[in-house]
């Protein structure tokens, strides 16, 4: 996907909750977009404030950047962390995988764990920290497992016409994962995109046969 295009960097529940980071962005010269997303299928049928999103976009190429900004804000923050907080109680390996996977954690959690680290003289060389960012996006990159019953389902719905099919393939077909550095990647494996794919094509033509048949049987 083009650089050039944005993609979605954080969600928040609101646009009051994003103002920190937009500010952050703003400050630094940062081009962003906002946008409010909310779930395609409401289980309620009814406007649901709890299914929308304030979205903040940035370009795939700004990522980096706005993590280390973020960082730098929380590091600023660090001498008002009360004595109580939590990670004050975790171990060097549990600071470690806070270090390794920054994406689950906020930046200020990710700023008191390299800062208490440091004072344990435990802190991890600029190399092993970007070796172990690079296994997590191994790890979140790994495709789903083998997607048999679904691909099953497709094929017998496509047989007898069935809209739903279609969705199923395109799901299995086209649906992605982005990953914390903006980079997309496929949700699921070669043979299933694969499969998803027929299903698509077989899920038209039986569709399309069964209007056809229910067309000449009523005549």
């Known amino acids: 996907m083009p650089d050039h295009e944005f993609q979605t960097y954080q969600r928040f529940p609101n646009a009051t909750v994003a103002q920190p980071l937009l500010h952050l962005l703003h400050e630094h010269g940062l081009e962003y977009d906002t946008r409010l997303d909310q779930l395609p299928i409401d289980a309620s049928f009814a406007f649901n404030e709890t299914s929308r999103y304030f979205l903040v976009q940035l370009r795939p190429a700004d990522f980096e950047r706005a993590h280390a900004l973020e960082l730098a804000a929380a590091e600023a923050q660090l001498a008002d962390v009360p004595a109580d907080y939590y990670l004050f109680s975790f171990s060097n390996e549990e600071l470690l995988d806070v270090l390794g996977k920054p994406d689950e ?65 395109w799901h299995l077909y086209s649906h992605y994962r982005q990953l914390p550095n903006g980079e997309r990647v496929p949700a699921f494996q070669v043979p299933d995109r694969a499969h998803g794919q027929r299903i698509m094509v077989l899920g038209v033509i039986g569709f399309l046969a069964l209007l056809a048949w229910r067309f000449y049987a009523s005549r």
Do not use: C, K, T
Request: charged share 20%; glycine share 8%; proline share 5%.
């Open 105 to 169: 954690w906020n930046s200020l959690d990710v700023a008191l764990a390299q800062r208490l680290l440091r004072e344990r003289g435990a802190a991890p060389s600029s190399e092993q920290l970007a070796q172990l960012r690079h296994q997590r996006l191994q790890e979140l990159a790994r495709p789903e497992p083998r997607q048999s019953r679904w691909v099953m389902a497709g094929y017998v719905l496509a047989v007898f016409g069935g809209v739903l099919s279609f969705f199923i393939g």
